[in-house]
């Protein structure tokens, strides 16, 4: 006979659990933030369920210094919202299709169990929502994308993002600040000829290109600029930096890698029940993977943020994390020798 701390016993009961109804539990809005900023920790030591609106459609953005291209975004954003959760909690998804080509849309995230992680049950075709519900079982950080045919196109459009689903029994350490980067691939096509010979300021999506896996343009979160010029990470000397990490692909592993620190703390592949490496220097991340890493700001100034296969610096996968302050006595910086 099986103990009640049988671990067989525990995955039973949970699952056993996932079947109740949820109508008696407590209910709040999901805390949505758009990358880089990241929801506060769930405080909370019960479940509750958890409602998540989220509005699929087009928005014509700027690329790249040169082009706009037309996205496919959940909630105005890529990547998407970011979204916090507790294992326990019953996930209320709404998806709301707004988007007037006429694609069907839908959500498979990695975080939700069950045949296409809810992307049969979440399938609205234009001007139609639909709402279904998902007990969160298994804690970590999960990436969720759309899954409607053809697939590799939506995600390689922008639909895509981060959940991240706390364990039970309380969070990761706190740190100072806490980051949402996203890593993905762009394949267009060359602009076109206007009649009087200047090119296009807007480029379309290459299925091709694609195909071949040879993207024009490699990003995090989703544009050029938007951890360089728009937007970069900021810090503080001291602080302890926390980057919740996903890698949408379509294609590409990213091998992410910050100049000039390591990560004090890696937690591979979303995984937040064994214990972190330590002291990592580079982080490989397949396509529709993530990983948490957490490193401690010494020496002030900008550190520069890439995938070390290095020749995508120049298709745009960079961004910049700022660090402000005093030199910390004791730590070695530019010049010094240790």
Not at 26 to 52: D, F, G, H, K, M
Not at 85 to 110: F, M, Q, S, W, Y
């Amino acid at each position: 006979m099986l103990s009640s701390s049988d671990p067989n016993v525990k995955a039973f009961e949970t699952v056993r659990d996932s079947l109740l109804d949820p109508s008696d539990l407590p209910v709040e809005v999901a805390v949505l933030t758009n990358a880089p900023q990241v929801p506060p920790s769930i405080t909370r030591n019960y479940p509750a369920l958890v409602q998540v609106p989220l509005v699929a459609n087009t928005k014509l953005s700027q690329l790249t210094s040169q082009y706009k291209y037309e996205q496919w975004t959940f909630n105005g954003t890529v990547p998407g919202p970011f979204i916090r959760a507790r294992v326990g909690d019953v996930v209320e998804l709404t998806l709301t299709n707004k988007d007037t080509t006429g694609n069907p849309h839908n959500i498979d995230c990695h975080a939700f169990t069950g045949p296409g992680g809810g992307a049969p049950v979440t399938t609205a075709e234009e001007n139609e929502t639909k709402t279904a519900r998902f007990k969160l079982l298994h804690p970590g950080l999960f990436v969720y994308h759309c899954a409607a045919a053809p697939v590799p196109v939506h995600i390689a459009n922008g639909m895509y993002g981060l959940m991240y689903v706390q364990p039970e029994d309380g969070d990761l350490p706190p740190v100072d600040k806490e980051y949402y980067v996203m890593q993905s691939e762009w394949y267009h096509e060359p602009p076109e000829v206007d009649d009087d010979g200047r090119r296009s300021d807007t480029v379309e999506f290459s299925y091709p290109n694609g195909l071949r896996e040879e993207p024009q343009l490699v990003t995090l979160n989703g544009s050029e600029s938007a951890l360089t010029r728009d937007n970069p990470l900021k810090a503080a000397v001291g602080d302890s930096v926390r980057i919740f990490f996903g890698n949408a692909g379509p294609n590409l592993t990213s091998s992410f890698h910050i100049l000039g620190t390591q990560f004090s703390y890696l937690y591979r592949d979303g995984d937040v029940l064994s214990p972190p490496s330590r002291a990592i220097q580079t982080l490989s991340t397949p396509p529709g993977g993530s990983s948490i890493v957490d490193l401690k700001m010494f020496v002030p100034g900008t550190y520069t943020m890439i995938d070390h296969a290095i020749f995508r610096l120049d298709k745009g996968g960079v961004g910049f994390l700022n660090v402000s302050g005093p030199q910390t006595p004791g730590t070695p910086g530019e010049g010094d020798s240790v």
